[in-house]
């Protein structure tokens, strides 16, 4: 699976959208973005998650390049219950294969919203 | 409808002792995997099972093991704890089929365990 790049933190303002990137720079074709989160003491938890065309869903929308180096995670409207870590996850959707349950976590952006 | 449930959420045991988990999938999730999540180390992939068969494996000792059941419900036993050890393991479920949507995991909230 490819490796991505987040920044270490980020802020934003309780109201505000949120807007997370992600670099991907070695992608192949038949890899995946995902999006998980990660609220404190809790399991991760899914948001979202596009192969080439963005994607929204009532938690987010993701904006993937069209060469698809890079992505964007987008809270459109921030509230403190989303301060969390936020995983970029790149990995190939392998059908009938044996990777359906491993994800490799990176460490993550810690996305601190204040009020 | 409920989500993957993990028991006991809480356990501390001594260096050398044993430790199994359990993980109760969301109904109708046939993949179960497991994670450890150390603050030096992060998420890391231990095993998935799927029908009854480990289908996967990260890169942790033979200490590590773990098995599934037929109703899908997942355990994973540690063996001689080290201090190591000392993690929040995590339990995700998943449909695994061939669309990528369903290829979402959901994880349970953990079982944290402490080794004195």
């Known amino acids: 699976d490819a490796k991505t790049t987040q920044p270490t933190s980020m802020d934003c303002a309780e109201g505000r959208a949120a807007n997370l990137p992600c670099n991907h720079s070695t992608i192949s074709g038949n890899e995946y973005v995902y999006w998980y989160r990660q609220i404190h003491s809790q399991g991760p938890q899914y948001i979202i998650h596009g192969l080439k065309n963005n994607e929204t869903n009532e938690m987010a929308s993701l904006i993937i390049t069209e060469d698809r180096k890079s992505s964007t995670l987008i809270l459109p409207h921030a509230t403190l219950r989303d301060t969390a870590v936020y995983y970029c996850i790149v990995r190939v959707f392998n059908a009938g294969g044996t990777s359906y349950g491993k994800l490799t976590f990176g460490q993550g952006t810690i996305l601190t919203v204040h009020p | 409808k409920a989500g993957v449930t993990q028991t006991p959420r809480y356990l501390i045991k001594t260096r050398g002792q044993q430790v199994t988990l359990s993980c109760s999938p969301i109904?109708?999730?046939?993949?179960v995997s497991w994670y450890q999540q150390t603050p030096g180390q992060g998420l890391q992939f231990l095993f998935e099972?799927?029908?009854?068969?480990?289908?996967n494996k990260g890169n942790f000792p033979g200490r590590f093991s773990g098995r599934q059941f037929s109703n899908s419900r997942s355990e994973m036993n540690v063996s001689t704890l080290e201090l190591g050890d000392s993690a929040l393991y995590l339990c995700a479920s998943s449909f695994r089929a061939g669309d990528a949507g369903a290829n979402v995991l959901t994880f349970g909230a953990g079982s944290r365990l402490t080794v004195l």
């Open positions: 109904s109708g999730h046939r993949s």
């Open positions: 099972y799927f029908s009854e068969t480990q289908r």
